[in-house]
C-alpha cells in the first residue's frame, strides 16, 4: 500500500494531516472544488483525483527538499522508461512520475496522483527487470484503482473527519519518530474506526493490485512470474534477519504468493523484452549509493572476485563510475573508451566516456564525444542533459539553452530539467527567460504566488520583447485563475496603477 521511507520529515506528515483534516471538514461548496467536475466514483466525495494530485506533488517536493531523491539523469530515465511502458498498458489514462529514493531498504511506495518511488535497495535485491517491473506494476495498480481515495470513502460513513483521520494513519504510518505528541494526535484521530475492516480494505487493495498488475506486466512485455518470484524471494530471505520493508507494507502470505503464481501461469506464453540497461544501472546504483568511492571500488572489486579486466560489462561498467567518483579520471577513460568499443549501441558508454574525459579535463574531446553521440541519439534525455551542463561549465551557455529547450518542447518534462534549462539561460544572459523557467518550476512543485512573483520578475526584465511580455503576461492570468479569492484581490490590490496583465 502507500507508504513512505521512514526517513521522510515527520512535519510533512503532520502539515498534510492537517490538510486532510481541514479539506474533510470544509463545506461541500468550499472554494477549490466546486468547479472540479463530478467523475461519478463515491470515492470522490473523499478525496478528488485533483486533491490526489497535491497531495502526491506535495509528498514528492518534501522528498526532494529533503535530498531523498536521487536526482541521477540516467537512473531516473531508467526507472521512467520501466514505469510509462507499464503505464501505457494501464487503465484510466493516469499520469505517472517514477523516481528512485536514496534510501537503501528494500522498499517501494505509490502515491496519490500517480508518483511512484522506488528505494534504491529494491532495485539492488531484484535479479532481472522483470522482477522490478513486477514491483512497478503492482504499485501502478495501485494508483489506477485508487484505492487510497477508496479507503477513505469505504471509511467514511460516520463523517467526513473520520475519513481525513484515516487517510492522516495510513500516510503517517510509514514516518519515523511516532513518538511525537503531533504525530500521535494525528494518528489517533483514525482509532473510531474498526482495526479490522482497516485489515481487509488493505488486503483486498494488496490482492487486486497483485492481479491487475500481472495483467499489466505481461502486456508490457515483461515474465509476469517475475512478481512471485520476487515476492517468494523476499519472504525466503528474512529468516533471522531484519524483515525487509517491503513485507511490512505489502505483508505477502505462502497464499498470497500461490494464488500470484497461478494467476502468472495462466497468462500464457508472453514474449519477453528486458532492456540492456538493467545491469549497467544497478551497477552504476550500487557506484553511487556507496558511502565513499573507496567503498564502492571495493565492492566491485569483490564482486569480480579481483579481477575487474575480464569481469562482465555491468562490473567494469560500475567500477568506471566509481572510479570517476575517487577522481580517478585517466583511469575511469580508459575503461569506458573500451566499453565503448565493444558497444556502441548503449547511450551510457557514450555518456561515462564523455564525463571522464570532461574530468580529465580534456574539454575538446569531451565535448566531441558529446556531439557524437548526440547525433546517434537525439533527444536521448540524460545524454541531453549531461551535454547540457558540460556546455554551461564550458562557457556556451547558448548552445545549452538551445538544445534544452527542443528537449523539454518534445518530452513531458522533470523539475530537474526545468531547473537546468533556467540555470542555462540565466549563464546566456536571457535573464526573462530564466525567471520564466523558475516560474513553471514552482508552478511544478505547487507554489502559485511564486511562479507568480517569477513572472513579473520576468516582465520587469530591461529591453523586453513584445511576443514575450505577452506571454508572460498570458501565463500571469492563466495561473490566477486558479489561486483562491481572497490571494487574487490581494494580488490585485498591490500591483502598481497601470500595470499590464
Do not use: C
Amino acid at each position: 500500500m502507500f507508504q513512505f521511507p521512514r526517513r521522510f520529515l515527520t512535519r510533512t506528515a503532520i502539515a498534510l494531516a492537517a490538510a486532510l483534516l481541514i479539506a474533510a471538514t470544509a463545506p461541500a461548496g468550499a472554494a477549490g472544488t466546486s468547479d472540479l467536475p463530478d467523475l461519478g466514483a463515491p470515492w470522490d466525495s473523499v478525496l478528488s483525483q485533483s486533491e490526489e494530485n497535491q497531495i502526491g506533488r506535495m509528498i514528492v517536493h518534501r522528498l526532494r527538499e529533503a535530498d531523498q531523491i536521487l536526482d541521477d539523469p540516467e537512473l531516473t530515465e531508467y526507472i521512467q522508461t520501466i514505469g510509462h511502458r507499464l503505464s501505457a498498458h494501464a487503465e484510466g489514462g493516469q499520469r505517472f512520475d517514477f523516481f528512485v529514493v536514496r534510501d537503501p531498504t528494500i522498499n517501494a511506495f505509490a502515491l496519490p496522483g500517480g508518483y511512484v518511488g522506488v528505494n534504491a535497495g529494491l532495485l539492488l535485491a531484484t535479479e532481472n527487470e522483470s522482477e522490478l517491473a513486477g514491483v512497478l506494476a503492482h504499485e501502478v495498480s495501485h494508483v489506477t484503482q485508487r484505492h487510497m481515495a477508496r479507503m477513505a470513502q469505504a471509511q467514511s460513513q460516520s463523517a467526513l473527519t473520520t475519513a481525513a483521520g484515516v487517510i492522516a494513519a495510513i500516510l503517517l504510518g510509514a514516518v519515523g519518530g511516532m513518538g511525537d505528541d503531533a504525530v500521535q494526535a494525528a494518528v489517533a484521530v483514525a482509532q473510531g474506526v474498526s482495526i479490522q475492516r482497516q485489515i481487509d480494505f488493505t488486503r483486498f487493495h494488496e490482492e487486486e493490485a497483485d492481479r491487475i498488475g500481472l495483467t499489466v506486466l505481461a502486456q508490457s512485455g515483461y515474465d509476469p512470474a517475475g512478481m512471485p518470484e520476487f515476492f517468494e524471494k523476499l519472504s525466503r530471505a528474512t529468516g533471522d534477519t531484519q524483515v525487509p520493508e517491503f513485507l511490512l507494507t505489502h505483508p505477502v502470505t505462502t497464499n498470497r504468493i500461490a494464488e500470484t503464481r497461478e494467476r502468472a501461469s495462466k497468462l500464457g506464453h508472453v514474449e519477453v523484452h528486458e532492456s540492456e540497461n538493467y545491469g549497467l544501472m544497478r551497477a552504476r546504483l550500487r557506484a553511487l549509493l556507496a558511502d565513499t568511492p573507496e567503498d564502492a571500488l571495493s565492492d566491485f572489486t569483490r564482486l569480480s572476485d579481483g579481477n575487474i579486466t575480464d569481469a562482465g560489462e555491468p562490473l567494469r561498467y560500475g567500477y568506471a563510475v566509481a572510479l570517476l567518483r575517487s577522481g580517478r579520471a585517466a583511469e575511469a577513460t580508459v575503461l569506458m573508451r573500451t566499453l565503448l568499443a565493444r558497444r556502441q549501441t548503449l547511450v551510457a558508454y557514450h555518456i561515462g566516456l564523455a564525463q571522464a574525459q570532461l574530468a580529465s579535463g580534456d574539454t575538446k574531446e569531451a565535448l566531441k564525444t558529446f556531439a557524437n553521440a548526440s547525433e546517434l541519439f537525439p533527444r536521448n534525455v540524460p545524454l541531453t542533459m549531461r551535454y547540457a551542463q558540460a556546455l554551461i561549465d564550458t562557457g556556451k551557455a547558448d548552445q545549452a539553452h538551445t538544445m534544452l529547450l527542443d528537449l523539454l518542447n518534445n518530452i513531458s518534462y522533470t523539475p530537474e530539467q526545468v531547473h537546468l534549462i533556467a540555470l542555462a539561460a540565466n549563464a546566456a544572459g536571457e535573464t526573462a527567460e530564466a525567471h520564466y523557467y523558475m516560474a513553471e518550476l514552482h508552478l511544478m512543485n505547487g507554489d502559485l504566488p511564486l511562479a507568480i512573483r517569477q513572472l513579473e520578475l520576468a516582465l520587469a526584465t530591461p529591453d523586453l520583447e513584445n511576443v514575450q511580455r505577452a506571454r508572460f503576461e498570458a501565463r500571469i492570468a492563466e495561473i490566477r485563475q486558479y489561486l483562491p479569492d481572497k490571494q487574487k484581490r490581494r494580488g490585485q490590490s498591490e500591483r502598481p496603477a497601470g500595470s499590464a496583465g
